[in-house]
């Protein structure tokens, strides 16, 4: 504790400051005591409360990653769905599938974030290729790696993890 005019150190017991006399009230001697005490307890509900938030995200967080992962691998789904229709169309005026995005009627080329070449398409999450009569994507994410397969003849989709992230996302897909 400390004197209140001058600052010096007031040691227990003392009735007055050294330095200048101030007399020590008994009052602010338990002043001292409750700001300690308060301190205290706020300080271990700080971290009390920082555990916990700890605990919430260790448990939310790979549930969100794999709620995301999903979604995206349900985005290509629809894609290799769509290509794949695209493909049997193309088969019936043909009478061969194509391995080239271009000779397909669906465009993906105009569409945000999808960049077709030949047999290969690049989306943000996926690589996608044709191989007929497969379609091919291949997940680009390095903590979920898996790669969805359709076949167009069968109308068949596997999902194949190469980790074991990607092979509980193949699981909680249906695969």
Same mark, same amino acid.
Request: without cysteine; charged residues 5%; negative net charge.
């Given at each position: 504790m400390y004197c209140v005019k001058c600052g010096t150190e007031i040691k227990q017991g003392q009735t007055e400051c050294v330095k200048c006399g101030l007399p020590i009230k008994k009052e602010q001697k338990e002043s001292n005591q409750t700001c300690l005490i308060l301190a205290i307890v706020f300080g271990v509900l700080f971290f009390f409360g920082i555990f916990i938030i700890g605990i =919430? /995200?260790? &448990?939310?967080?790979?549930q969100y990653f794999k709620a995301v992962q999903k979604a995206r691998?349900?985005?290509? =789904? /629809?894609? &290799?769905?769509?290509?794949?229709q695209s493909q049997q169309r193309y088969k019936i005026q043909n009478a061969a599938y194509t391995a080239d995005f271009k000779n397909l009627d669906a465009d993906?080329?105009?569409?945000?974030?999808?960049?077709?070449?030949?047999?290969?398409?690049q989306t943000d999450n996926f690589i996608i290729t044709i191989n007929p009569p497969q379609i091919q994507a291949v997940s680009k994410n390095q903590d979920f790696q898996y790669t969805l397969i359709k076949n167009i003849d069968t109308n068949q989709t596997i999902c194949k993890g190469q980790n074991d992230l990607g092979i509980s996302l193949c699981r909680s897909l249906g695969f």
């Open positions: =919430l /995200t260790a &448990i939310a967080m790979p691998a349900a985005e290509a =789904l /629809t894609v &290799i769905d769509t290509i794949a993906f080329i105009t569409l945000q974030g999808y960049a077709a070449q030949g047999s290969a398409m």
